[in-house]
């Protein structure tokens, strides 16, 4: 029987072999998110340099969750990595996100794929932390930032997820190097000679640029360079996400027109890598490239953006390949280390405890009196004070030698006071690895770690970026050499001298599972401490104005009249921010008048504004609300004004109630 030709299958065999081509011309979908994280704007101690007089008292610029989600459309895994405007993301918000996606999404977003990593700013509200070490200068546990930020997180993630669509990622790298400096040159300077001629250079001047697009529309750009965020000084009040947010600002507002308030915003991250011997000082002593703090923030973050914005807009390597990631939880306070790894002896990790050089700071700024870097014997004082809170073991002291331990946090009871099981993990795009890691790694120790991640996985390995301060917060790692010298770093390193050849043999682990495509054993799971937290702080207990006043009334008038380039200032009496955070919304707006009606230029997102809270009369309760707007010299003229909204407590009833105050209208030329 002769077969006869049917062109119908072929047809449809044909077009939907064209279909599938179409479907994967991208090799990845891609998503973006941005939501609020900031905290309590005022009476709240602040993050970063453990000063007790360090208390906020207002906002520079809002601090943010900028989420990435990259999907491979072959083998269907995803990744998941946020950048955060953060001193750090403690353990507590970790566990806290990872249980808000699960009951969300189940298990598409578990530790094993989201990283979660922090710019490392100085400038946000404290006590968000579950661990007691890092609540000390915050007087407790702040439940409403600790909630803030763990919700903005989320919601950045859930934007991240809704927006996923076809596109590609492109990777670049380049070198800064007006941007940092090594505030520990002596310690680092202990380091085999060879290695550091390797290197170079005394700081880590690498920049890694990822550009993503859906299909031929620029969608976001995660730009990875260390530098420390401490452009805003101790002194500082202000909440601000330091020179990394200036840069990420200057790409969304002024060059992307973002006003935060859609979800198909552009979203640039700058994020922090292994920055922990690297400061924006570049003065050495608090300050640099000026004696301004506010000048600093903004020359720092305007290096990082221009050499961004060179690698983004020059030849760039397409990103192609399968997504993968490794993770496991690990006991860095008890480690046996192989030989290979250390100086060919078979070594062990310490329970957690600091030394007397952490209280002693850095060369760019200094700490404590009475405690000096290099100290190996340590102040008595405070190493009784340290003991008799809970006496360190003697045999940890003999393990973290030659470290005078000041405080031995690992042995605290009933819980410690920094955690020991900590997330480390691999994330991988292609021919992209990041190394995420919980801690602050000098410039050695991160390339020692990312060697390590080379060697075992090969040719796979062709870029590897170093994520710092991701997961979980436990301090520094110094090198062995670098511990030896026992400057803050070193001081700082919890689990002790052999700490980073530790942290070398898990990654290698990771990265050699990942190379042979086999799981990871993971039993290991970190204490939960989310109800066993206190807060010594008061909170508002009534907002008052004072006789003959009101809420939202003007205290200090607009001008009438502004030239560009000149201060606008206005006082409104006010109730207290910690009433109403604001979350994605703003204290106040300067507004423009276009003809019908009212628009926003500038809010308290924006660089060029501060709101600053005023305490007044605290047995009363009254305090006023000081808005500044630095007026562009490209703004357009017109008619302007400033309207604060605020929030005050009733001390009948305890009940909060919004209000609006406004300016006079004054016109701008």
Request: with cysteine; charged share 20%.
């Amino acid at each position: 029987m002769q077969s006869r030709f049917h062109p119908l299958p072929l047809a449809i065999a044909l077009a939907c072999a064209s279909i599938s081509s179409l479907a994967y011309a991208d090799p990845y979908l891609v998503g973006r998110g941005m939501s609020d994280i900031t905290g309590e704007a005022a009476e709240v101690g602040m993050m970063g340099y453990a000063k007790l007089d360090q208390v906020a008292s207002g906002i520079h610029m809002r601090q943010r969750a900028r989420a990435f989600i990259v999907q491979d459309q072959a083998n269907g895994k995803r990744v998941v990595f946020v950048n955060n405007d953060l001193g750090m993301v403690f353990q507590g918000v970790h566990q806290a996100v990872l249980a808000q996606l699960q009951s969300k999404y189940g298990n598409l977003y578990t530790a094993e794929n989201v990283v979660l990593s922090a710019t490392h700013t100085h400038g946000g509200s404290g006590g968000h932390s579950h661990y007691a070490l890092y609540n000390f200068t915050t007087w407790g546990h702040n439940k409403r930032t600790f909630d803030a930020i763990v919700s903005g997180i989320v919601a950045a993630i859930d934007k991240a997820h809704r927006d996923l669509k076809p596109g590609s990622i492109q990777i670049g790298k380049g070198e800064l190097r007006d941007a940092s400096n090594n505030r520990s040159l002596p310690a680092f300077e202990r380091n085999p000679q060879a290695e550091r001629a390797a290197m170079g250079s005394h700081i880590d001047p690498e920049m890694t640029v990822l550009r993503f697009k859906q299909g031929n529309t620029d969608v976001g750009v995660i730009s990875w360079f260390a530098t420390h965020g401490v452009s805003m000084s101790p002194n500082n009040r202000l909440l601000s996400p330091d020179n990394k947010g200036y840069a990420q600002w200057r790409w969304e507002h002024e060059l992307k027109g973002v006003r935060y308030s859609s979800d198909s915003d552009f979203v640039a991250a700058f994020a922090q890598s292994n920055a922990g011997d690297m400061t924006p000082n570049l003065n050495l002593n608090g300050t640099g490239p000026t004696n301004n703090e506010f000048d600093n923030t903004r020359i720092i973050g305007e290096r990082q953006l221009q050499k961004a914005l060179e690698i983004y807009n020059g030849n760039m390597e397409t990103l192609s390949g399968a997504v993968d990631y490794r993770q496991k939880y690990v006991d860095f306070s008890n480690q046996n280390i192989a030989p290979q790894f250390t100086d060919g002896q078979a070594r062990r990790t310490c329970p957690a405890a600091i030394g007397s050089a952490f209280a002693a700071g850095t060369e760019d700024g200094r700490g404590l009196d009475g405690f000096d870097e290099g100290d190996l014997k340590g102040n008595p004082f405070f190493n009784f004070l340290g003991g008799a809170v809970a006496a360190t073991p003697q045999w940890v002291r003999d393990c973290q030698a030659p470290k005078p331990v000041l405080l031995g946090t690992g042995s605290q009871q009933p819980y410690p006071w920094t955690p020991e099981v900590l997330p480390v993990s691999l994330i991988r795009i292609g021919q992209l690895t990041i190394i995420a890691a919980p801690a602050e790694f000098t410039i050695t120790s991160g390339r020692r770690v990312k060697a390590s991640v080379a060697s075992s996985m090969g040719d796979a390995a062709k870029h590897l970026v170093f994520a710092g301060y991701s997961n979980a917060y436990s301090g520094y790692v110094a090198t062995p050499e670098e511990y030896d010298a026992q400057h803050y770093e070193g001081a700082s390193t919890h689990f002790g001298k052999w700490t980073l050849p530790a942290y070398q043999q898990v990654f290698s682990e990771l990265a050699s599972a990942m190379r042979q495509g086999s799981a990871i054993a993971n039993p290991l799971r970190p204490r939960n401490l989310a109800d066993k937290q206190t807060s010594f702080q008061t909170g508002v207990v009534l907002d008052n104005v004072p006789i003959f006043k009101s809420f939202g009334q003007v205290e200090v008038q607009a001008n009438a009249s502004y030239a560009r380039g000149q201060r606008a200032y206005v006082e409104f009496w006010t109730g207290h921010p910690k009433n109403n955070l604001r979350q994605n919304g703003t204290f106040f707006e300067v507004q423009r008048w276009d003809g019908a009606a009212w628009r926003m230029v500038a809010n308290d997102s924006d660089w060029n504004t501060i709101y600053r809270w005023i305490r007044v009369d605290p047995a009363w309760g009254s305090s006023k609300a000081a808005i500044t707007w630095d007026i562009p010299s490209n703004a357009s003229p017109g008619q302007y004004r400033i309207v604060h909204f605020g929030d005050y407590k009733n001390g009948w009833n305890g009940n909060i109630y919004g209000f609006t105050g406004t300016s006079r209208t004054f016109s701008v030329n």
